[in-house]
């Protein structure tokens, strides 16, 4: 079975900390993606990366950076967080296996931002 | 990137079969229609896909007309455990072509 394994569940950080999102997959995929996921707005991509220090910005990139070292490991930065960005934080990824990729998600971490 | 509409919501009760219906009507050629479940608290699962006709495997079925410009998600017969958002994704999925997820539709399950 595929295993997605995110840092935190949840994380409570103060406005203007940088925070610091780990994800880790376990089946040498080659995509990994971060999204947030709000009550009624449903998954937005945050950025994606299709391989090692390779990223592509998603439909909501400012504020957030990204970092993939190694193939297995992609995290996500929040530079200086604010109160906007308390949400639910998924990660996800997917082996470039031509059409109809499949999304494998972790299970998420829930971030307020006081 | 080809747009998806479906219901906001649906109520069935266990042991129904539920039928949730996605509009796509710019799907691209090569685009795959791809159906996902969510329970509170956890991220995204895959459930089915399909490129046309029908697709049917453990969970669900999809059928996809030949127009390709709507798909329906069936589960049969739910159970108080079926009860999760579900989200129709439209897209090609490789290199550089994102999947784009919209609201989903929460189904809700009674006994």
């Known amino acids: 079975d595929v295993k997605v394994t995110q840092s935190s569940r949840y994380l409570v950080k103060r406005t203007g900390e940088k925070v610091f999102l780990e994800c880790v997959q376990d089946m040498d995929h080659e995509n990994m993606f971060w999204y947030r996921q709000d009550p009624g707005l449903g998954l937005r991509l945050i950025y994606f990366?299709?391989?090692?220090?390779?990223?592509e910005k998603g439909d909501i990139p400012e504020g957030y950076s990204v970092s993939r070292e190694k193939k297995e490991r992609f995290s996500l930065i929040l530079e200086s967080a604010s109160t906007n960005q308390t949400s639910m934080y998924l990660c996800a990824s997917s082996s470039l296996a031509g059409y109809g990729e499949t999304q494998y998600f972790g299970p998420g971490t829930r971030l307020l931002v006081l | 990137l080809a747009k998806t509409t479906q219901p906001i919501s649906m109520d069935s009760y266990e042991g129904q079969e539920v039928n949730i219906t996605c509009s796509h009507n710019n799907i691209a050629t090569n685009d795959y229609i791809t159906w996902y479940q969510q329970f509170p608290s956890q991220g995204p699962r895959f459930i089915i896909q399909g490129y046309k006709t029908k697709v049917t495997n453990e969970v669900a079925s999809l059928f996809i007309p030949a127009d390709r410009k709507s798909s329906t998600l069936s589960l049969p017969r739910v159970s108080l455990s079926d009860t999760a958002v579900y989200y129709c994704l439209v897209g090609r999925g490789e290199y550089g072509n994102k999947l784009v997820f919209g609201a989903g539709t929460i189904l809700r399950v009674k006994s």
């Open positions: 990366s299709y391989d090692v220090k390779m990223k």
